[in-house]
């Protein structure tokens, strides 16, 4: 592995510096069924409803997502916590969807049932940058939870628990 420059060093400094929600991104298809944890997903446009979301190509499921053309974004809370370091290591053999309680909408790709939010999503492009491709994905479903329980976020290298506040 190549040694990293002074910018790259600050680059990874200070994006851990940059809070993120934490998300269990999955599919089921063609190519079975997988996940990851991802922190890299925003918002495109609201019409139509389209997400990003960015995957490391050297990650174990990336070509997974490619095969399915199809994925779900599911927003963590904190009490995810555990679940998302499941997902966080790929261990060969083990069933990481043996934990949550999973279901199933528009696409097929598994819904967490109580995450905050979850978006059914199909792929409809993929741009190739460095090591990443960011998806481009049109969500075909939302399902929100009854009520937003506090917010799992990724900062500064580690898991945080975003409080919600009374209005």
């Given amino acids: ?87 966080a290591r790929y261990v060969e053999g083990v069933d990481r969807f043996a934990y949550g309680d999973w279901v199933t909408e528009a696409t097929g790709a598994p819904l967490l049932s109580d995450a905050n939010v979850a978006f059914d999503c199909r792929i409809s492009g993929r741009q190739e940058e460095g090591t990443h491709s960011v998806f481009f994905c049109q969500v075909e479903a939302v399902r929100l939870a009854s009520e937003a329980r506090h917010g799992l976020v990724w900062f500064s290298r580690d898991y945080h628990h975003l409080v919600t506040g009374s209005r």
């Fill in 1 to 87: 592995m190549t040694e990293l420059t002074e910018t790259q060093r600050d680059f990874r400094e200070g994006m851990s510096r940059l809070g993120a929600a934490v998300n269990l991104i999955t599919t089921d298809g063609p190519a079975g069924k997988h996940g990851l944890v991802a922190s890299a997903v925003c918002s495109v446009t609201d019409h139509p409803p389209t997400l990003l979301v960015c995957i490391n190509k050297s990650a174990y499921a990336h070509d997974k997502f490619v095969e399915n053309g199809v994925l779900a974004v599911n927003v963590l809370a904190a009490e995810h916590q555990e679940l998302s370091g499941r997902f």
